[in-house]
């Protein structure tokens, strides 16, 4: 079934660093989500992209759908501690259920 | 705050022991998922119900059963509890039917079997 691989599963960085997180599929996505999750907390949605090379930018994070529809990125400028968590990408396969990647776990020392 | 509550918040409980888990989702929204969160898994999907009905099925187990009330209420039935059942169950919802369909996730239930 379809399979979303994220990497990297850690990323420890210093404050004002920036930060990328990637997602790769086998199979062309009909689209892809972004959540987070704060330590402690539950995903919360971010974004959805949904056409071939569509970018989209929230304030420092940048959220990149690739041109064959099968990986994504999600880079943060200038990292701050309110950024500490576990960024998800996820896709919608054809049974309709949404598959998760593993998650990259973010932390950020100050 | 996504609009979706769960109750209880943490539950422990014993190994052979049944739990239900609530859910309820938000204003206007049918459809309601059951994920399952653990260190070594992750974020796994268990299953949804639209409109009372089961509309699609993911990893869950026969000793977990869920459905869905008129009122669009959830709970998630967990039976013969074992110790890796331990995790985090998350509800969401989403207004199905639309393009999007994002998914707003409820604020767990931390379960533990001891």
């Known amino acids: 079934g379809q399979q979303v691989m994220q990497i990297p599963q850690y990323q420890h960085v210093q404050e004002g660093e920036d930060f990328t997180t990637y997602c790769n599929s086998s199979t062309t996505l009909s ?10 907390g539950h995903p919360v949605f971010l974004i959805q992209l949904v056409k071939s090379g569509e970018v989209k930018k929230q304030k420092r994070l940048t959220f990149q759908f690739g041109e064959a529809k099968k990986n994504s990125s999600l880079h943060i400028t200038a990292t701050q501690t309110t950024d500490v968590g576990t960024y998800f990408c996820a896709s919608y396969n054809q049974g309709g259920k949404l598959i998760f990647g593993q998650g990259t776990e973010l932390s950020v020392k100050p | 705050d996504s609009g979706v509550t769960q109750t209880p918040k943490h539950l422990i409980t014993a190994t052979g022991q049944r739990v239900t888990l609530r859910c309820s989702p ?6 309601v998922y059951w994920y399952q969160q653990s260190l070594d ?15 699609a099925k993911g990893n869950i187990l026969e000793r977990f ?3 869905q009330f008129p ?3 959830s709970e998630l039935n967990l039976s013969s509890l074992e110790l890796g059942d331990s995790a985090l169950y998350f509800c969401a919802s989403s207004a199905s039917g ?12 931390r379960l533990l079997v001891l």
């Open chain 1, 31 to 40: 689209n892809i989500q972004w959540y987070k999750q704060r330590p402690g």
């Open chain 2, 65 to 67: 059963s869920a459905q």
């Open chain 2, 41 to 55: 898994q992750g974020l796994q999907f268990l299953i949804q119900y639209y409109n009372g009905e089961e509309r």
């Open chain 2, 71 to 73: 009122d669009l209420h």
């Open chain 2, 26 to 31: 938000r204003s206007g929204d049918l459809s």
């Open chain 2, 98 to 109: 639309t393009r999007d369909r994002t998914q707003y996730f409820g604020p767990g239930t």
